[in-house]
């Protein structure tokens, strides 16, 4: 649990006569009860909000992302929590969560909410309980904080209309769900499951083809289509396939010639492809945008470093060879220092012109 029960807003888990306001021979939960708010409206689900969060209230059948421990009454120890996961599962109501006071709870939580909630039996294990763990007629107590949650109800609907009923679809509604489909893959994307968030990227960038009917549509179908594109980009370099990644990422540069994520998958890609020239141009392009970006200079420091030992280890038998006649002396004798201080970081292209020379010195 988050927080110690043992001692908690002036309550103890076990009872001490004449300790709180429910007198002598109360319990840890009945002292509880008394502050806090019926949100079933029948008493079977009971909240004390601890911490408030922001935006709107959970929809029913979103997809949520939730923390959360249960305990039995005098308990230390949750008999359920998974809180000490790294990544939690994001769950769907209705679906993935079967205890019908935890739905309820939810849907009255807000994004970045802890709150504790007391749960009936009617609404958590019922009469018989859950043997050996849950005790019959057990009430139980949740802690619960909500992550985050995607209202996947209205992507789910539109995937199960035809194709002709899906052009239909106002765009605000269609730039809707390609954005809920793109959240659902950076979830699944950090969770490092790139071959799930990449169907999802490419679920989102299927429904935003519509051609636009005018300029603004264009525009927010560009710039919702620019977002899906980096996302794949970066998603098929973390799949090891930067053939794919070259190609969104060239895809992105279509819509905004100048952005600088765009340029750097471009040059990673390039990179990995052994294409040298073409990763240069591109992480010198993303370099002028964002000169202090060290990502991009990381990458420009690795193109060198397999550049510049190749040309270095040149075995130059001839001054009169055009590649020694370009270079100082100090540097045809293997000088790294000097050749880097000489050079500054000269051009790819005039680098591997030098490197053509090498088979045949």
Known sequence: MAH?????????????PGHGRGGPGTSLFQRLEQRMEDVSGDGGVLKELVRSGSGELVPPDASVLVKYSGYLEYADQPFDTNRYRRNPKLMKLGTDIT???????????????????????????GTLGCPPLIPPNATILFEMELLDFLDTALSDDFFD??????????????????????????????????DDAKDRYKRASSILGRSPVNESDQHQIGTARLLVFLNLSLTYMKLERPSRALLYGERALEIDRSNPKALFRC?????????????????????????????????????????????????????????????PPRVQRGDRIEMRRTLQVPSLHRLLRILQFKEGL
């Not at 029960?5 to 309550?11: F, P, T, V």
């Open 4 to 16: 110690d029960l043992k001692y908690r807003n002036g309550i103890q888990n076990h009872p001490t």
């Open 99 to 125: 205890l019908w006071g935890m739905e309820v709870a939810l849907l009255t939580m807000r994004k970045g909410e802890l709150s504790r909630y007391l749960f009936k039996p009617s609404y958590a294990y």
């Open 161 to 194: 209309l035809s194709p002709e009923q899906q052009s239909t679809f106002p765009l605000e509604k269609v730039l809707k769900v390609a954005n809920i489909e793109r959240e659902f893959g950076n979830y699944l994307f950090r969770q490092n499951r790139f």
């Open 267 to 327: 040059g990673q890609a390039c990179l990995a492809l052994t294409e040298y020239e073409r990763a240069r141009n591109f992480l010198v392009g993303a370099q002028r945008r964002e000169p202090f970006n060290q990502d991009i200079n990381k990458e420009l420091k690795k193109l060198d470093s397999i550049l510049f030992p190749a040309v270095i280890g040149i075995t130059w038998k001839s001054k009169n060879k055009c590649a020694a006649g370009c270079l």
